[in-house]
Nanobody
Framework: QVQLVESGGGLVQAGGSLRLSCAAS????????????MDWYRQTPGKQRELVAQ???????NYADPGKGRFTTSKDNAMNTGYLQMNALKPGDTAVYYC??????????????WGRGTQVTVSS
């Protein structure tokens, strides 16, 4: 199996920055694996999870409107880790942030994995 673990969340004042990380680790049963596409989502209570940013296997990035111009996603293929740099944070960015990845593995083929989320709270 492959597990995604997010980190970097926390409490920040409006206008501040946070850098979220999403590290993938796998058991021996999956063999060698890579992260193909990684997405970042966020969710607030009572609302559906919404896409924030995406980075493809080729490094092409896409951003949803809320984060355009403020958020940057990247991926370190050697470390099997993705990042979401969030600048100029607003109280409206307060949410639990999740990473989601398409994994390509040696023994289990392709499959999707979700992280457990990390809380981001932006105070006004």
């Amino acid at each position: 199996q492959v597990q995604l673990v997010e980190s970097g969340g926390g409490l920040v004042q409006a206008g501040g920055s946070l850098r979220l990380s999403c590290a993938a680790s796998g058991t021996a049963s999956v063999g060698i694996f890579t992260i193909d596409t990684m997405d970042w989502y966020r969710q607030t209570p009572g609302k559906q999870r919404e896409l924030v940013a995406q980075i493809t296997s080729d490094g092409v990035t896409n951003y949803a409107d809320p984060g355009k111009g403020r958020f940057t996603t990247s991926k370190d293929n050697a470390m099997n880790t993705g990042y979401l740099q969030m600048n100029a944070l607003k109280p409206g960015d307060t949410a639990v942030y999740y990473c989601h990845a398409l994994i390509r593995s040696q023994y289990h083929g392709d499959f999707e994995v979700w992280g457990r989320g990390t809380q981001v709270t932006v105070s006004s």
